[in-house]
T-cell receptor
Framework: GAVVSQHPSRVICKSGTSVKIECRSLDFQATTMFWYRQFPKQSLMLMATSNEGSKATYEQGVEKDKFLINHASLTLSTLTVTSAHPEDSSFYIC????????????FGSGTRLTVV | AQSVTQLGSHVSVSEGALVLLRCNYSSSVPPYLFWYVQYPNQGLQLLLKYTSAATLVKGINGFEAEFKKSETSFHLTKPSAHMSDAAEYFCAVSEMDSSYKLIFGSGTRLLVRP
């Protein structure tokens, strides 16, 4: 149980275009999902907390107008990278938990974004 | 804010040898602690978690970790390394506010020599 699906796994886009990444909880409902960014050989950096039915909470230094998060249902959160630039190229990972901290968070398989 | 420190960005062991990956946390109250493993170009898989129950926690794939409050440590161990254990390992601590955010350490790459 507690499966999180992330799509697409890889995407290449042209500079200036927008890319949407989906994160779905397949067998549980998630009122909260988290979006992380990971640079090569580095740790995960929390970008934002996605809350179902309300605005996302962004970490300091993360541009909310560039990284749009929508959590319209209890099983789906999306991250849209708007007007992408090469420096946005990274590995993006989402996570969610079916019942809070005691369970531990389940992570999606990640999305490798390359902006050319 | 919570934080975790992972000592050693790279750890190399021989197949069959003991694996020890170190993690220290900073918290004024006993936190929730996690160990995750990441294989190349994949998400993270939960190995084990400490949530204020037993201090010795057993996880998947033969890994275990011991919560030591006096040392503010949560080191990950495995008695005998296998080639398939080669991966990146992350220790994480939870924020104990309503956000329940996970704060990750910098990671330790485990190399297993034949």
């Amino acid at each position: 149980g507690a499966v999180v699906s992330q799509h697409p796994s890889r995407v290449i886009c042209k500079s200036g275009t927008s890319v949407k990444i989906e994160c779905r909880s397949l067998d549980f409902q998630a009122t909260t999902m988290f979006w992380y960014r990971q640079f090569p050989k580095q740790s995960l950096m929390l970008m934002a907390t996605s809350n179902e039915g309300s605005k996302a909470t962004y970490e300091q230094g993360v541009e909310k107008d560039k990284f749009l998060i929508n959590h319209a249902s209890l099983t789906l959160s999306t991250l849209t990278v708007t007007s992408a630039h090469p420096e946005d190229s990274s590995f993006y990972i989402c996570s969610a938990s079916p019942s809070g901290l005691n369970y531990g968070y389940t992570f999606g398989s990640g999305t490798r974004l390359t902006v050319v | 804010a919570q934080s975790v420190t992972q000592l050693g960005s790279h750890v190399s062991v021989s197949e069959g040898a003991l694996v020890l990956l170190r993690c220290n946390y900073s918290s004024s109250v006993p936190p929730y602690l996690f160990w995750y493993v990441q294989y190349p170009n994949q998400g993270l898989q939960l190995l084990l978690k400490y949530t204020s129950a037993a201090t010795l926690v057993k996880g998947i794939n033969g890994f275990e970790a011991e919560f030591k409050k006096s040392e503010t440590s949560f080191h990950l161990t495995k008695p005998s390394a296998h080639m398939s254990d080669a991966a990146e390992y992350f220790c994480a601590v939870s924020e104990m506010d309503s956000s329940y955010k996970l704060i990750f350490g910098s990671g330790t790459r485990l190399l297993v020599r034949p």
